[in-house]
């Protein structure tokens, strides 16, 4: 059977630079995210943009500063992280017919937008703030609704039958008018289709979300495995922080289908949620020729071209450009004695209310991961209308 399968979706001209490259996969030892795929699974979109995922229904992001009562405010921040999973993880795939390669971000790249609803104006900037790791941080902010997230990740990928990527990071939503704060940790991934050359993701074990006002929601992620399941299936349960035997609500389906979402002692359905039908907001971002240099659109404008034109020598040549380019700043700040100058972004030492809550679900800390830890810059934030937490760093 699996023979049969192998490449099917592979274009012929391409089949075997992806048997090529799957035997690369499989005896590569050290981060995927350098390696060279084969020109129909490249993506012309850079990783910074992923950041976006967080709020393409910006309503349902903004709502749960729209409710008094704690604990169905708990409930609101899962339902909206939920909305996340299938834009974060399945978009892709269904769109372009399945999961690209993104491009590798540098130092420094911007990817700046804003959203209009009826929520009013969603702001977004996602910064990447280190190369060597990758790491991309971000802030999306309603300041209209007093509703901010930010957040900074990075993957670690690795093969073991099939591509794993661990993310590193996590991302803070807080709520002004309460001041409260929910930590999110981020799932594990792996790479299913490969064989088939149709890959796609599926998230795996657990994440948390954790907050200030004694609520815990956990998400336990499967796939649909070897034999039986469904894919991208998941069961949520939402406690009292310490309480996770006594449930007050509950989720579970398919994130990037349909599920439903109970009241855990009654067992009656509170609301059926089918995620094809939650219409996303296109983010509004400056013509190309507007951004500034270090916008991704604009700097990568010439690699998409090629790559979507699939003219892959027209794609080596821009892209040698930028990492040359990149390599010669690297050279001369060494020369100088001095480091890349982040826009929006800072590093601190640590971040207090992240540690308080981390410590409630054993997240870890990621500093040494993740080259830092980072925030988003309070002198950047009033200038741009963003509103901010209260607690931070120390």
């Known amino acids: 059977m699996a023979s049969k399968e192998e490449g099917a979706a592979v274009p012929p001209q391409s089949k075997g630079s992806w048997s090529s490259f799957l035997r690369s996969i499989a005896s590569f030892n050290g981060d995927l995210s350098s390696m060279t795929a084969p020109p129909f699974i490249l993506s012309s979109t850079s990783l910074v943009e992923y950041s976006s995922y967080w709020a393409e229904h910006p309503s349902i992001f903004a709502a749960p500063a729209l409710e008094k009562d704690p604990q169905k405010r708990a409930l609101a921040v899962l339902k909206w992280f939920l909305s996340t999973l299938k834009q974060h993880y399945s978009s892709r795939s269904e769109k372009l017919g399945s999961e690209k390669k993104p491009l590798n971000p540098f130092l ?20 990447q703030v280190s190369h060597h790791p990758p790491v991309t941080a971000y802030c999306i902010w309603n300041k209209e609704k007093g509703v901010q997230l930010q957040g900074y990740n990075a993957q670690k990928a690795s093969f073991s039958r099939t591509i794993n990527v661990k993310q590193v990071g996590h991302a803070l939503l807080h709520l002004a008018e309460f001041d409260e704060d929910y930590l999110i940790t981020l799932p594990p991934l792996y790479i299913e289709g490969l064989i088939t050359g149709s890959p796609y993701v599926e998230l795996d074990k657990k994440t948390y979300i954790t907050s200030s006002s004694g609520y815990t929601s956990c998400i336990n992620y499967s796939g649909r495995g070897w034999l039986s399941g469904k894919k991208n299936t998941f069961s949520a349960s939402l406690y009292q922080t310490s309480k996770e035997k006594d449930v007050l609500y509950t989720a579970e389906g398919q994130w990037n289908e349909s599920y439903k979402i109970k009241d855990a002692k009654s067992k009656d359905v509170i609301e059926e949620i089918n995620a094809n039908e939650i219409k996303t907001t296109p983010l509004k971002l400056k013509p190309t020729e507007e951004q500034d240099e270090l916008e991704s659109r604009r700097a990568w404008k010439n690699v998409a071209k090629g790559i979507e034109s699939g003219d892959m020598d027209m794609v080596s040549r821009e892209k040698s450009a930028i990492e040359n380019n990149q390599r010669e700043l690297r050279r001369k700040e060494k020369e100088e004695g001095r480091e890349w100058e982040r826009r929006y972004f800072r ?47 120390k």
Do not use: M
Not at 112 to 121: I, P, S, V
Not at 353 to 377: C, I, M, S, Y
């Open 347 to 393: 590093r601190v030492d640590r971040h207090a209310r992240f540690e308080e809550l981390a410590d409630k679900v054993g997240a870890e800390r990621d500093e040494k991961q993740t080259n830092g830890v980072w925030v988003f810059d309070e002198k950047h934030g009033k200038n741009l209308g963003a509103p901010l937490q209260a607690k931070e760093s």
């Open 108 to 127: 420094g790249e911007l990817f700046l937008g804003e959203w209009e609803d009826e929520a009013g104006t969603t702001k977004l900037v996602s910064e």
